[in-house]
């Protein structure tokens, strides 16, 4: 990882220069310190930051409840070390053994997301344009620290962050994961605690899919036959599940603390047995289908053709866009075979206009992408699609291809889990490809970002979703958020390496890639 | 692991003639199957039974409930390749394409826990003298299979058993585990995921200790405030947590299917603080103890002069008999710094009778040896004691030598969970030790067994407890269960790599010893 050092910088450590840091250390590389996914710019100093019962956590005056909450999140990482967060006097200068969150000095073209982080031997300055900044940078500060601080009762943890200076903010707005909880249905524990790994690693989106042949997953509350028959299925014959809105809402403020936004998919006009196994209406026939709990595609469809279908999907995306702060709703599109392509496509732009009702954007799979698309409306590709056409509008595009961020593809030959239609994908597929050259005719700047779709057929256990998803989905958030300079295979792997003893505190149940020297200790040795 | 034929494998054999196998494979060696723990004896043959829609799973025409509950558990593993399980007509011969689950067949020497497996490549008979014979043998058919068995959702999971011809029966009667589930809560879930490992590794013990200074874990309805206060505190001030009668009685089942007895601990008269903050007339003064969230021990002790403690401990051992269908109620006693030794020793002679009044066996921790203790009562050794007293009058002793199974213990120096006090260690530390050696006068006739505890100061999440436990626990189970003919570090080590990918499919967070070479797949190369 080079050390670069951009004019944001320059002028971060100009406003910071009150802060202590010893001579650059020239004899330790950057590529020493573990941190993914790879800042923009890295400076090592000497000397470390030693966190103990003397260091406080201090916020600006006038610090928002947003920016309350960040601190308040750190001081749970050290406790008991830490006490107390607490509010400086205006205008006084923060105390010696503190941490410094602060909404002031970050230069604006950090952007929403990006943060400088100064680790002096006596302080501690994390500075960024608002409260997801800060976030970030808190997330980089908990790498810096050892494995240790991931374990919330251990003894002795000897918590120091080593000097440096960081100036970081991501290259994609949008580094997304994706939990398909209908093939198999995941407690909502099990995706928080996904939520919570994806938080490390600074990703900022998970797409739930929440409907599919095999599974209703959502409550909708004028439709309560959806969960009733569709929520009590999935592959394979087991008991299903479904999220109360309740339930949704909780995820929803639960992912929004960690500056994670929930997308939720409802998939249509295919993959929709599920539904129509619950509405009878749904169906041209009016006769409900059968329960499904096999894992073919492309063999369902609501009827096109009748209002009663239109009734039904406003009803959804209505209460789906009232549970939903986020700006987006995707609404699926993907493998339907049993439309012509002028009924798909008159379908697509029907239900774009729902959504647009809803006061939302519409995100759809890259098979939308030749209907008359709103630029607005984002456009998701998994396969070899229209995106370009879809960029030459002007809208945006989010890159999934299958054979780089499929994570239920297995990752070998042996790998026991998954499928391998797309390829086996080893950690290395997962990281080394770069979005802006991804596909013909969508350039970095059609790129609203990256996202990493985990498909459950072959899933039961929450173990066996971190199993697929990790470390794959660690080398996806890098390729999202890192620029193109700082990022190589050979440095992602070594870090890597690095954090397998803090997954492992982390309970994640991830795939020992033998393409990876796995450390025991968080050092890079 | 050395070919063994004892007497009762010969007549096993003979009984089971009509079972087709090929010759011996004496190209293979019998330590490419990955056992644990390596049974008496094992036997290759050549070929392969295959498991798939055509093999069904029978029992005799009087199976009991209890076999036919061990034969639905072999066909929820084998789903959805094998159905539903059937009974044979009276008289009939199995099928071909089936396994067999016999009480008939099995030699006497076996015991209550043996069992013979004859895999030929047209049927597989495990026969032994009781259902939980035939459940350690339906472990070791499981342990025979590929890895790929234990993903419930995976696709072509590819189910075949070696040919083999295996007797086994165990050394020691009580091959236990512990958690301690007081210093920070576990949640029935996870101590269910921990039961479901031990049943894999053929544990018949799980000791609850569910009382100690920091908090109260099982509900006592005619002492409510027990739980009220002392349930609510925990290690570094967290909520704490307790069992319900109800979930305590779950459990008990829980485990029972598993063969897997509950064998419940109320630590007295030390370790008592959470039971001093909630009953005040427990102490001498009458004044309720504050709550304890610290990591000491010896400070506390109950007022053991005065009736109204032995009235408290009558109502609390009376439900905990009641809802224990087990034999035994352990009732610690280790480490009280605050009584005089004649106070400590009148005071267990006295809880022995109350335990014995409720028809159950008294255990306690090493400490209580020297009481004049009925030989039916056992002790527990953990540190050096005088162990050998009461096997000098005919008791029995659990061994639980801390240098060698407390999975509290750190692995090495650099092991971030966990104490030190009794010593590192690592996976060959667990292993290498002959229980029947291991303490001056207390001979192999003496040892009941040996228990691994977990005492649980350092450990927060479900995953920090596993990453102790795992693979320690595994060798002590091998310590437990195998002949000391048939054990070996080498061997051991060999097959332990083999169960990283099973153990892993299981969602086990285990330590990564550098001492074991983990493979990849679930095979020996």
Same mark, same amino acid.
């Given at each position: 990882?080079?050390?670069?050092?951009?004019?944001?910088?320059?002028?971060?450590?100009?406003?910071?220069?009150?802060?202590?840091?010893?001579?650059?250390?020239?004899?330790?590389?950057?590529?020493?310190?573990?941190?993914?996914?790879?800042?923009?710019?890295?400076?090592?100093? &000497?000397? %470390?930051?030693?966190?103990?019962?003397?260091?406080?956590?201090?916020?600006?005056?006038?610090?928002?409840?947003?920016?309350?909450?960040?601190?308040?999140?750190?001081?749970?990482?050290?406790?008991?070390?830490?006490?107390?967060?607490?509010?400086?006097?205006?205008?006084?200068?923060?105390?010696?053994?503190?941490?410094?969150?602060?909404?002031?000095?970050?230069?604006? *073209?950090?952007?929403?997301?990006?943060?400088?982080?100064?680790?002096?031997?006596?302080?501690?300055?994390?500075?960024?344009? &608002?409260?997801?900044?800060?976030? @970030?940078?808190?997330?980089?500060?908990?790498?810096?620290?050892?494995?240790?601080?991931?374990?919330?009762?251990?003894?002795?943890?000897?918590?120091?962050?080593?000097?440096? %200076?960081?100036?970081?903010?991501?290259?994609?707005?949008?580094?997304?994961?994706?939990?398909?909880?209908?093939?198999?249905?995941?407690?909502?524990?099990?995706?928080?605690?996904?939520?919570?790994?994806?938080?490390?690693?600074?990703?900022?989106?998970?797409?739930?899919?929440?409907?599919?042949?095999?599974?209703?997953?959502?409550?909708?509350?004028?439709?309560?036959?959806?969960? %009733?028959?569709?929520?009590?299925?999935?592959?394979?014959?087991?008991?299903?599940?479904?999220?109360?809105?309740?339930?949704? *809402?909780?995820?929803?403020?639960?992912?929004?603390?960690? =500056?994670?936004?929930?997308?939720?998919?409802?998939?249509?006009?295919?993959?929709?047995?599920?539904?129509?196994?619950?509405?009878?209406?749904?169906?041209?026939?009016?006769?409900?289908?059968?329960?499904?709990?096999?894992?073919?595609?492309?063999? &369902?469809?609501?009827?096109?053709?009748?209002?009663?279908?239109?009734?039904?999907?406003?009803?959804?995306?209505?209460?789906?866009?009232?549970?939903?702060?986020?700006?987006?709703? @995707?609404?699926?599109?993907?493998?339907?075979?049993?439309?012509? =392509?002028?009924?798909?496509?008159?379908?697509?732009?029907?239900?774009?206009?729902?959504?647009?009702?809803?006061?939302?954007?519409?995100?759809?799979?890259?098979?939308?992408?030749?209907?008359?698309?709103?630029? *607005?409306?984002?456009?998701?590709?998994?396969?070899?699609?229209?995106?370009?056409?879809?960029?030459?509008?002007?809208?945006?595009?989010?890159?999934?291809?299958?054979?780089?961020?499929?994570?239920?593809?297995?990752?070998?030959?042996?790998?026991?889990?998954?499928?391998?239609?797309?390829?086996?994908?080893?950690?290395?597929?997962?990281?080394?490809?770069?979005?802006?050259?991804?596909?013909?005719?969508?350039?970095?700047? &059609?790129?609203?970002?990256?996202?990493?779709?985990?498909?459950?057929?072959?899933?039961?256990?929450? *173990?066996?979703?971190?199993?697929?998803?990790?470390?794959?989905?660690?080398?996806?958030?890098?390729?999202?958020?890192?620029?193109?300079?700082?990022?190589?295979?050979?440095?992602?792997?070594? %870090?890597?390496?690095? @954090?397998?003893?803090?997954?492992?505190?982390?309970?994640?149940?991830?795939?020992?890639?033998?393409?990876?020297?796995?450390?025991?200790?968080?050092?890079?040795?």
């Amino acid at each position: 990882m080079p050390t670069i050092r951009p004019a944001a910088f320059v002028l971060a450590a100009a406003l910071l220069a009150s802060v202590p840091i010893g001579p650059a250390a020239s004899a330790q590389s950057p590529t020493t310190l573990a941190i993914i996914p790879a800042p923009t710019s890295v400076t090592r100093a &000497s000397g %470390r930051f030693p966190v103990d019962t003397a260091t406080t956590i201090v916020m600006d005056a006038n610090a928002s409840a947003a920016v309350e909450d960040v601190a308040r999140q750190l001081a749970d990482l050290l406790a008991p070390s830490v006490g107390a967060t607490r509010r400086l006097a205006a205008g006084a200068a923060a105390p010696r053994r503190s941490i410094h969150l602060t909404l002031s000095g970050a230069d604006a *073209s950090l952007g929403e997301e990006g943060y400088t982080l100064v680790v002096g031997t006596d302080r501690v300055v994390i500075a960024a344009n &608002s409260p997801a900044g800060l976030f @970030h940078g808190v997330q980089t500060v908990r790498q810096l620290l050892p494995t240790s601080v991931e374990y919330r009762a251990a003894l002795n943890r000897g918590l120091a962050i080593p000097a440096v %200076r960081i100036v970081d903010s991501p290259r994609f707005a949008w580094r997304g994961a994706m939990l398909d909880v209908t093939r198999h249905f995941l407690p909502l524990d099990a995706v928080k605690a996904y939520v919570d790994v994806m938080a490390l690693y600074k990703l900022n989106r998970l797409h739930l899919h929440l409907s599919d042949d095999q599974g209703w997953r959502i409550e909708i509350r004028s439709r309560p036959e959806l969960t %009733r028959i569709g929520g009590a299925s999935e592959v394979g014959g087991g008991p299903g599940g479904y999220y109360t809105q309740a339930e949704y *809402s909780d995820l929803v403020a639960y992912a929004a603390r960690r =500056h994670i936004m929930i997308v939720p998919e409802i998939d249509m006009p295919g993959h929709t047995n599920a539904a129509l196994a619950s509405i009878p209406a749904l169906n041209c026939d009016n006769k409900a289908r059968p329960i499904y709990t096999g894992t073919r595609v492309g063999f &369902s469809t609501v009827c096109v053709e009748s209002d009663t279908t239109y009734a039904v999907i406003t009803d959804i995306l209505r209460e789906l866009a009232e549970l939903t702060p986020g700006p987006y709703l @995707h609404i699926g599109g993907d493998e339907v075979e049993k439309l012509t =392509h002028k009924q798909y496509i008159t379908f697509v732009e029907r239900v774009q206009g729902i959504v647009q009702a809803q006061g939302k954007q519409m995100i759809g799979w890259g098979e939308i992408a030749p209907a008359a698309l709103d630029p *607005s409306t984002i456009v998701q590709h998994w396969k070899k699609d229209s995106s370009a056409v879809h960029a030459a509008r002007g809208g945006k595009v989010i890159l999934s291809p299958n054979t780089r961020v499929y994570l239920d593809q297995k990752y070998d030959a042996e790998t026991a889990l998954g499928l391998k239609w797309a390829g086996l994908i080893e950690v290395r597929d997962s990281y080394d490809w770069d979005p802006a050259t991804q596909i013909p005719g969508v350039p970095e700047r &059609s790129v609203l970002g990256v996202e990493a779709p985990l498909w459950s057929e072959t899933l039961y256990r929450p *173990s066996d979703f971190q199993f697929m998803a990790f470390p794959r989905l660690v080398a996806v958030a890098e390729v999202a958020w890192s620029a193109p300079a700082v990022r190589s295979w050979p440095g992602f792997r070594t %870090r890597l390496g690095a @954090h397998g003893p803090r997954l492992s505190a982390l309970g994640v149940n991830f795939y020992r890639s033998p393409q990876i020297d796995w450390q025991k200790s968080g050092f890079i040795p």
